[in-house]
T-cell receptor, first 114, second 112 residues
Framework: GESVGLHLPTLSVQEGDNSIINCAYS??????FIWYKQESGKGPQFIID?????DKRQGQRVTVLLNKTVKHLSLQIAATQPGDSAVYFC?????????????FGTGTRLQVTL | KAGVTQTPRYLIKTRGQQVTLSCSPI?????VSWYQQTPGQGLQFLFE???????NKGNFPGRFSGRQFSNSRSEMNVSTLELGDSALYLC???????????FGPGTRLTVT
C-alpha cells in the first residue's frame, strides 16, 4: 500500500472507545478547515469540514472542534471501529473564503485495536 | 454518482522524460485541484482550475503545468522529470471553490 509518511504520530485506540485527533494550524487568517481520512493505497476521503464562523460541527460519529484563539483543530470519532484505522489529515483553506488551495498537516495514524 | 477518476494509476518514467496525467472530476464539479504526496513533504498543493482557468498555483517549478477542458476534465504535465518527482499525484474536484474537495485514487509516478 501507499506510505503517506514514515514517521507519523500514531494514536492507538481500543475498539469502541472514542478517538481524539489533534491538529495545530499556522495561518490565523484561515477561515476554512477540513478533515480527511486516507487508507493505504487510496486517495484522501472527505470526513467533515468547518468554517471559521463556527467552533463545532457534528457529523455521523464525528465531531470537529475549532479553537481559533490557539489555532487548534480536533477531530473526535465516537465508538471507534476497526474500519476507522487510517491516516487522518487536517487541512486549512486560505483566507479568501474558499475551500481550495488546501494546506495539509503531516497526518496522524489511527490504529484501532480489538 | 461516480467518483473522481485518474489515469493511469501507475506510471514508471525515466529522468528527463515528460509525463501527462489525467483526471475526470465528479459529474457536475467544475473545480479541479492537483496535489503531490510524498513521504517526506506530505500533501502539497500544485494548482487549481475552475472553468478552464487556473485560479491558484502552489510553489512548484514551471516544469509542472496543467490545463482544464470545457468538460471539466483536467490534465497535468511534468516535463524533464527528476528523481524527486516520484510521488503520488492526487486530483480533487469540487462543485465550486466554496465547497469541499473530493479526491481520486491518485497516480503513482516513479521516476528512475
Amino acid at each position: 500500500g501507499e506510505s503517506v509518511g514514515l514517521h507519523l504520530p500514531t494514536l492507538s485506540v481500543q475498539e469502541g472507545d472514542n478517538s481524539i485527533i489533534n491538529c495545530a494550524y499556522s495561518n490565523s487568517a484561515s477561515d476554512y478547515f477540513i478533515w480527511y481520512k486516507q487508507e493505504s493505497g487510496k486517495g484522501p476521503q472527505f470526513i467533515i469540514d468547518i468554517r471559521s464562523n463556527m467552533d463545532k460541527r457534528q457529523g455521523q460519529r464525528v465531531t470537529v472542534l475549532l479553537n481559533k484563539t490557539v489555532k487548534h483543530l480536533s477531530l473526535q470519532i465516537a465508538a471507534t471501529q476497526p474500519g476507522d484505522s487510517a491516516v487522518y489529515f487536517c487541512a486549512e483553506g486560505g483566507n479568501t473564503g474558499t475551500a481550495s488551495k488546501l494546506t495539509f498537516g503531516t497526518g496522524t495514524r489511527l490504529q484501532v485495536t480489538l | 454518482k461516480a467518483g473522481v477518476t485518474q489515469t493511469p494509476r501507475y506510471l514508471i518514467k525515466t529522468r528527463g522524460q515528460q509525463v501527462t496525467l489525467s483526471c475526470s472530476p465528479i459529474s457536475g464539479h467544475r473545480s479541479v485541484s492537483w496535489y503531490q504526496q510524498t513521504p517526506g513533504q506530505g500533501l502539497q498543493f500544485l494548482f487549481e482550475y475552475f472553468s478552464e482557468t487556473q485560479r491558484n498555483k502552489g510553489n512548484f517549478p514551471g516544469r509542472f503545468s496543467g490545463r482544464q477542458f470545457s468538460n471539466s476534465r483536467s490534465e497535468m504535465n511534468v516535463s524533464t522529470l527528476e528523481l524527486g518527482d516520484s510521488a503520488l499525484y492526487l486530483c480533487a474536484s469540487s462543485f465550486s471553490i466554496l465547497y469541499e474537495q473530493y479526491f481520486g485514487p491518485g497516480t503513482r509516478l516513479t521516476v528512475t
